[in-house]
């Protein structure tokens, strides 16, 4: 779309804000509004300037001035269905001064991703397909003080209410209790009319989807939207998510994407289904190979699995993301790939023909910014058949069984690979990768903002985690 068809179009739907967007390296939205009267199409060529210096890792006060360029060509633009005011969202990437992309733009390192993955003749085009998981809760408190480290959360769907007495309503019983969520009817599913509402905003602003579902924990959900290509899928995640807590929100309500918000039930996942195409062929299509999977994608899992503990300090971006990569949990993290087989970290689903065989890794979650977790995946799959890379011994061939059940002696006598037990030894990972000059990671990512993200890291999310005492560590330790 044209500059001049975009206003056009926002005249004719009597537009009169335009919200310009943006993702930081953690994956917030943020965004700033124009009255329309002071948007042109000089707006579309020049940008719009703002200061880089008040998003967090980007830029030094003194180096503060930055641009925002709309981007019309994916045509992601959407109206937002919350505001007051009729207004248009832009989706936007962020450059310098000198109108180059910007190192630490996450949006633009996904970018970049697509232009090496053509340069490298591999394909020329990546479809993504993320499935994320959310919780809808009634309350949250969160306490954190020097004497006092508390959360609670509150579902009316909490196995916790079984014996509730409410002040105006009855306590009806019908809960699906802790791992009992997937599939049951209303009312033991209390969701159902939240879930439809949040699907027909989802097509408002313009997100095909499709199956719609209580997921398997109390108060949890899943909406699946139809894949796109890396930036594309990206852009989705985040309209996703806004509409998600957006309507839980205007219904009293609180949504969340967080892995891991309760303990022993299930967690928040983004299981990312993907596959790579080259002159209209689905490269990772096979007619003989295991379920009919390509030599091309078993390089491709190779490069996933081999660089694993780097990869996960992007897909599972946070310190409770570790918390959610437990046995019994259905968070699968061992390195093995199998058809149909939800505990391999790598599953080929049930598919029939060319145009369904694809890769999902099962170990991702929300808490990572979807163009860098994307990106990076993408990054060290073409890694793996760019070097003609096998997938390790242990799991070179697909692993049938249900891996939940192995105990760890087992995992390590079978020398099976997992990924990284913390978010701290992920980010090890990438400090090695930013001393490697062959990195898979810099062939879109510059020096500077693998440093800033390993720092942003320790700074935001592991050194404050790791220096606050946790109340289990009252019950264990207090008397000793």
């Not at 505001?83 to 190192?103: E, Q, S």
């Not at 699907?199 to 989807?209: A, F, H, W, Y």
């Not at 890379?389 to 070179?396: D, F, N, P, T, V």
Request: aromatic letters at 12%; charged letters at 25%.
């Amino acid at each position: 779309m044209t500059p001049a068809e975009f206003l056009a179009e926002c005249k004719e739907r009597e537009i009169e804000f335009i919200d310009f967007r943006f993702t930081d390296i953690k994956g917030t939205w943020h965004h700033v509004t124009y009255d329309i009267d002071s948007v042109d199409e000089d707006t579309f060529k020049n940008g719009l300037p703002f200061d880089g210096s008040s998003i967090p890792a980007w830029q030094p006060i003194n180096e503060s001035d930055m641009i925002l360029m709309p981007d019309l060509e994916i045509g992601t633009h959407f109206e937002d269905p919350f505001t007051a005011d009729p207004t248009m969202v832009v989706f936007c990437d962020v450059l310098d001064t000198n109108y180059n992309p910007y190192h630490k733009c996450p949006r633009s390192i996904a970018k970049k991703a697509l232009q090496y993955l053509s340069e490298a003749g591999v394909g020329d085009v990546a479809y993504f397909g993320p499935e994320n998981e959310f919780f809808v809760f009634e309350n949250v408190v969160i306490t954190d003080k020097i004497n006092a480290q508390a959360y609670e959360v509150e579902s009316s769907e909490g196995a916790w209410n079984s014996d509730t007495h409410y002040e105006d309503a009855y306590n009806t019983g019908h809960r699906p209790g802790t791992k009992g969520g997937y599939f049951p009817v209303a009312p033991v599913d209390s969701m159902v009319d939240l879930r439809a509402e949040m699907v027909q905003v989802l097509k408002e602003v313009g997100l095909k989807t499709f199956v719609v579902h209580h997921e398997v924990a109390q108060g949890q959900g899943e909406i699946g939207v139809r894949f796109g290509t890396l930036v594309e899928a990206a852009d989705n995640v985040q309209k996703l998510k806004y509409v998600i807590k957006m309507v839980a929100h205007l219904n009293g309500k609180t949504a969340t994407f967080m892995p891991k918000p309760l303990f022993g039930d299930n967690g928040n996942g983004m299981h990312v289904h993907q596959s790579i195409w080259k002159d209209g062929k689905n490269t990772f299509y096979d007619a003989n190979g295991y379920a009919g999977l390509s030599d091309i994608a078993k390089k491709y899992i190779a490069g996933v699995f081999a660089h694993a503990d780097a990869v996960a300090a992007f897909t599972n971006a946070s310190m409770n993301s570790y918390k959610r990569l437990q046995p019994g949990f259905e968070a699968p993290n061992i390195l093995a790939y199998s058809a149909k087989n939800r505990s391999a970290c790598c599953r080929i689903p049930f598919g029939s023909g060319e145009k369904a065989v694809r890769t999902e890794f099962r170990f991702p979650d929300s808490s990572s910014n979807p163009y860098l977790a994307f990106t990076v995946m993408l990054l060290a799959g073409l890694d793996g058949i760019k070097n003609n890379l096998e997938i390790y011994e242990a799991a070179r061939e697909p692993l049938n069984e249900d891996l939940f059940e192995l105990s760890l002696d087992e995992i390590k006598e079978r020398g099976i690979r997992t990924l990284p037990a913390t978010l701290r030894e992920a980010i090890y990972a990438v400090e090695k990768e930013l001393d490697n000059p062959n990195s898979f990671l810099k062939a879109v990512m510059s020096d500077d903002f693998i440093k800033t993200y390993i720092d942003y890291k320790y700074e935001t999310e592991i050194q404050p985690i790791e220096g606050r005492p946790h109340p289990y560590e009252f019950m264990t330790t207090y008397s000793c």
